[in-house]
């Protein structure tokens, strides 16, 4: 019967803890215990008979009593061992057991080797490092380490493992070094590990030469057991600095082989795995010591491939472990291709089991194979996207952490899909912290553009905003008011990423404020309030409008979770949309009045300034609230010279200079001066403010419905212009007059002189540029219609199958979804290099169409008859000229080239450059209106053409009179073939691997976007083309719509690879996203435009 060693008190324990059905009551049951300890502990045992008592001169105390009593601790020490036991149990459960410590200590000097164990391993567990106790045991250690028993020398090396402090090193690390010299195995085992542990704690009294000169040495003890515990020591050792083991590489591989040949006793196989923990630990050691290091790994290469080839061959659990850190070890070390092929392998074996341990393993091996050599993952799509759809929580977290080291700039978007989609259904704080940081890094890392940026942040902001780093809102901010950075070259981009951003924050404007964390809000508010005049999916008094809602719901449901600073921000935001929309909405006025009372002085501060201006100088709103001048530099005078005038006046009227005291110590002084001729602070409380309803504060009347603007530019979100001819300076500051009802001052702003909003202000707005002959195409927020897919480039590194007779079995829609999704993920993987990362604050950017900022005019009021409301009349804007007609230089329009348009030769200089129009559903930019055209003149026919004497002379021998084709024909365009350098180009026969493979070596990349192309709408037509352009079609991949080919030029010198995808829209027309690789950066480019060219 179990528990036949135990007394019935005992077992009666252990029985009633198993059995327990709630904690509540095991504390009970401890509870009890504990009062039957102290009981047996101060009686001094089961029979009675004393107690403790304390030994005149001696810090422990004993057990005293009845000495003829053999049933008390102090004289049964069966019974003392299990009273110990008995307190680890209350420990173990929670409560508090130091009334059993001091007999730990005591038996510990105890002569038999069982309860010196016990004592020693209840004072490990239990002492607290700095406990008085641990003192009283250094003496009992030193004997107990110089002992003739062994077994009392173990139990010592034991000890000192968990019960010496730093402080104590020094009093037994003489003894500890001695007993690596002792001629009992066990006993050096120990003594090795106790010497590194003392080193752990005071390095400087245990130095490290000794450590590696010891450890150097018993690497080589002729006990295998003692070699194991030795190889510990070096792993822990070589982790922090591995110079001192470079040269072990030679012993260690020796050994090992020894391991791997069966010479060890056969006492340490497992499973008839020979020592495989001695395996593991030395192909640790290896990896760390053939890190970066060629020489190293060189010597280190054949005995890996054997130890993996025969961990292989086994195939049980133990073996599976030695292969993994087999692979961890090869993809480590210096490469060597062999290895990495066998290491790839073993990982392929690992993902297709149906083990979901072995599973896991191979999830980790791929995950360290792919950083450094990423085309081993093209291998493993398909298992790849099963373990993300697997239950497995502890299998599908390391599949995402597989995800983000396999990210690269083509795979980018695909994989910061997956990483947000998990991290919305995800609760575990840990995980959603850890996600978020690794879709930060990636998009600021390996952005494709500065729009998929914006949106992909703020879904992060919408998500997990409050475990966002604030810093990314300052970078996103940076980039949106900053762009590219380059003022002369990319301001359209700028200028058309702040337009996106905005109809992207507009559009979060409906969402519940008890949803939308601090930093989501915030940044709202910042774009909102800077560029909310760019958006033409919603009016600046409609946003305004909604703003004030926000920020009143967001009263009652703690808008950004009850910050203060964001409720500043929204007010911010308000009061710049004010100033831009040139009136202020009822709406506006009320919230502004509102928080004129607000117990938040900063907030309040802010509202009666604004009123302040408003009311007085509705002028200086320009200078106050100007237009995209976040990144302008504030001119701060730190002499403050500028109050030099008032100063002088308030002298000249008999104010008292200010004179600095010469001693800062009569303060006592100066206090005691302004008592005695009263006190200069006044300690009569304020009044209570008094009620007042709303309208009788100081922007009452502002915001009825006549103070926006005109029934003809009720539809404008923009600031109002400059109307030409307007040169007046500022006019000059009028007081307003006081209608019917006191005290509620009416305002009528007129429109004057000229004060550009924007950056740097120029005399004359530069003409509209010219467009292109092809723009990229424009991801825009507020398109009604599904953006067009992102181009994903993947399927190179499928397998071609064999051709034969029979047909292919038809795959299922899980099937291709699946290979859809693989194709999007492993994009690119073949890559040998990433580009270099991309500053947090500026994301990689695409050229975009231009669009500039609106001038402002400043507000100025004069002298009206009484109305009922205050409104901002706005100047009409000038219309918007019309653009430079296209013409195809190139000649590749299939309509043939026709007349250009006749062009005005009058042309305004001075004229406004015209807005940005709304996108339309392709998402490219509208063309604004081009003014009807004079009508044509009556054409004269062409006079008939002269006689030609060369044929008449039949010298043209036999060449016709027949039109030579052009480019636009589609004869021409069959038989038209890319030349490079003068010669056409020649297909290269590759398979798809062999693509892949070349796709990561080739250095240069091309990419061309079309928006809509009517001429090539299919995949079909696409491959077509690239045959008859002299590319050898390598595959068409019909699951996700894309097909590659491979050209070469110059006898097989350069070579190119192009990959397209075809994307298709409404109607006829496809979008195109073609990829140009070549390993010649002209021969890419040439290709790159002449396939933009074909496919238009």
């Known amino acids: 019967m179990s528990g036949m060693h135990l007394s019935r008190e005992f077992f009666e324990l252990i029985k009633a803890i198993g059995e327990s059905k709630s904690k509540q009551e095991e504390d009970r049951i401890i509870a009890r215990e504990v009062v039957t300890l102290k009981k047996k502990l101060e009686t001094g045992g089961a029979g009675g008979g004393g107690g403790l008592s304390m030994i005149p001169g001696s810090p422990v105390p004993s057990m005293g009593g009845n000495a003829g009593n053999q049933n ?12 110990l036991v008995r307190v680890l149990y209350v420990e173990m459960l929670g409560h508090d057991g130091s009334f059993g410590y001091i007999k730990a200590v005591e038996l510990a000097a105890s002569q038999s080797i069982t309860h010196k164990r016990t004592g020693y391993l209840l004072c490990s567990c239990c002492l607290s490092p700095d406990h008085e106790f641990r003192f009283m045991l250094v003496n009992q250690m030193q004997r107990d380490l110089i002992s003739s028993n062994l077994l009392e020398s173990c139990g010592a090396l034991l000890a000192v493992t968990s019960l010496i402090t730093p402080d104590l090193v020094g009093t037994v690390s003489t003894q500890v070094m001695g007993l690596l010299e002792h001629s009992a195995e066990t006993v050096r085992k120990k003594a090795i590990i106790a010497l590194h542990r003392l080193y752990q704690l005071n390095p400087d009294i245990v130095t490290k030469e000794e450590v590696v000169e010891k450890v150097r040495r018993m690497l080589c003890d002729r006990d295998p057991a003692v070699m194991g515990a030795t190889l510990n020591v070096i792993e822990a050792l070589a982790r922090c600095d591995v110079a001192p083991f470079k040269d072990l590489v030679p012993s260690l ?58 961990a292989e061959e086994a195939g049980i659990n133990a073996s599976n472990a030695i292969v993994y850190e087999c692979i961890r070890c090869i993809t480590m070390i210096y490469p060597n291709a062999v290895l990495l092929d066998s290491a790839g392998a073993s990982i392929s074996r690992f993902l297709s089991s149906r083990s979901q341990n072995l599973r896991y393993l191979g999830i980790i091996g791929l995950a360290s194979i792919v950083e450094k050599h990423p085309k081993y ?60 940081s690794k879709i930060c890094t990636i998009s600021e890392r390996f952005a494709p553009n500065n729009a998929w940026y914006v949106s992909t942040i703020t879904e992060l902001f919408k998500i997990a905003g409050d475990l966002v780093d604030p810093d990314v809102a300052t970078n996103l901010m940076s980039l949106i008011a900053e762009g590219t950075g380059n003022e002369d070259d990319d301001e359209e981009a700028d200028m058309v990423l702040r337009k996106q951003s905005v109809e992207l924050y507009v559009s979060l404007l409906a969402s519940p404020p008890n949803r939308m964390s601090r930093v989501l809000v915030e940044t709202l508010a910042w774009v909102l309030g800077e560029y909310g005049y760019l958006s033409s999916a919603m009016s600046l008094d409609a946003i305004i409008d909604s703003m004030c809602k926000l920020l009143h719901s967001g009263n009652n449901a703690r808008l950004g979770g009850g910050a203060t600073s964001t409720r500043r921000l929204v007010l911010s ?54 237009v995209d001048a976040s990144l302008e530099d504030v001119e701060v005078d730190v002499n403050m010279n500028f109050l030099d005038g008032i100063v002088s006046v308030a ?23 302004q008592t005695a001729t009263g006190s200069a602070f006044k300690m009569t409380p304020y009044e209570k403010p008094t009620e007042r309803a709303y309208g009788q504060g100081a922007m009452a009347g502002l915001g009825s419905s006549s103070m926006g603007p005109s029934a003809t530019t009720a539809g404008v979100a923009l600031p109002p212009g400059q109307a030409p001819g307007v040169n007046s300076p500022t006019s000059a500051l009028q007081q307003p007059q006081q209608t019917t009802s006191p005290g509620q001052p009416q305002l009528t702003i007129r429109n ?9 202000p120029t005399a004359q707005a530069a003409p509209p540029a010219p467009p292109v002959a092809a723009s990229p195409s424009v991801n825009s927020f507020s398109s009604p219609s599904p953006a067009p897919p992102r181009p994903t480039y993947g399927g190179f590194g499928a397998q071609v199958q064999s051709t034969s007779s029979a047909p292919p079995p038809a795959k299922t829609a899980e099937q291709l979804e699946k290979e859809r999704m693989a194709a999007a993920l492993f994009g690119g993987i073949g890559a040998s290099a990433p580009p270099p990362p991309v500053p947090p604050s500026q994301p990689v950017s695409t050229p975009q169409p231009r669009a500039t900022v609106p001038q402002q005019q400043p507000l100025s009021v004069q002298s009206q008859a009484p109305q009922p409301t205050t409104s901002f009349a706005p100047a009409a804007p000038q219309p918007p000229a019309a653009p430079a007609p296209e013409i195809d230089l190139l000649g590749f329009d299939s309509s043939g080239v026709s007349e250009p348009a006749a062009i005005s030769s009058s042309v305004d200089m001075l004229a406004p450059t015209p807005l940005i129009d709304e996108p339309t559903m392709n998402g490219s930019l509208s063309v604004p209106p081009v003014p009807a055209a004079e009508p044509e003149p009556p054409k004269v026919e062409a006079p008939a053409p002269p006689d030609d004497p060369f044929a008449a002379a039949g010298l043209l021998d036999g060449f016709g009179d027949s039109s030579l084709p052009t480019l636009s024909t589609t004869e021409a365009l069959d038989s038209a073939k890319f030349e490079y350098s003068g010669s056409p180009i ?25 928006a809509s192309s009517t001429n090539v709408n299919s995949l079909s037509k696409f491959v077509s083309l ?15 719509n894309e097909g590659i080919a491979a050209c070469m030029a110059g006898g097989g010198s350069s070579i190119a690879l192009v990959h397209g995808k075809v994307s298709p829209l409404s109607g006829d027309a496809s979008r195109l996203d073609i990829t140009v690789k070549s390993s010649d950066a002209n021969l890419g480019s040439q290709l790159a435009m002449y396939m933009q060219n074909m496919c238009r």
């Open 986 to 1010: 020649a297909p290269f026969t590759i398979t798809t691997p062999q693509f892949g493979e070349r796709w990561g070596s080739c250095p240069s990349t091309h990419s061309v976007t079309i």
């Open 573 to 626: 935001a308000i009061m710049k949309m004010v100033a831009q929309f040139g009136s202020c909405p009822q709406c506006a006025a009320k919230i502004i009045d509102d928080y004129t009372l607000s117990e938040d002085p900063d907030a309040q501060r802010r509202c009666l300034e604004f009123q302040a201006i408003i009311t007085t100088a509705p002028q200086l709103l320009s200078e106050v609230f100007p």
């Open 377 to 436: 993952a093209a291998d493993h799509q398909l298992a790849v996207i099963e373990c993300l759809e697997d239950k497995d929580e502890t299998l599908l977290r390391k599949t995402l952490d597989l995800l983000y080291r396999m990210t690269n700039p083509v795979n980018v978007e695909f994989i910061t899909d997956r990483l947000l989609h998990f991290l919305r259904g995800s609760t575990d704080p840990y995980l959603k912290s850890d996600l978020t």
């Open 651 to 673: 002298a000249a009227n008999g104010a008292r200079p200010y004179s600095k005291p010469d001693d800062d110590d009569d303060d006592d002084d100066y206090l005691s001066s």
């Open 253 to 310: 591989v020796s050994i090992l082989k020894q391991i791997c040949e069966r010479r060890l006793p056969s006492e340490y196989d497992y499973h008839r795995i020979p020592a495989p923990w001695m395996q593991m630990k030395i192909i640790r050691i290896l990896s760390v010591v053939g890190k970066n290091d060629s020489q190293a790994s060189e010597g280190m290469y054949e005995i890996l491939r054997e130890a993996l080839r025969k």
């Open 1026 to 1040: 690239c045959v008859r352009a002299g590319l050898h079609k390598v595959e068409e991949i019909a699951a996700t």
């Open 72 to 83: 008390g601790l102090n004289t049964n020490k069966k019974k003392a061992r299990e009273f």
């Open 752 to 760: 004057s002189g000229a004060n550009v909003w924007g950056k740097k």
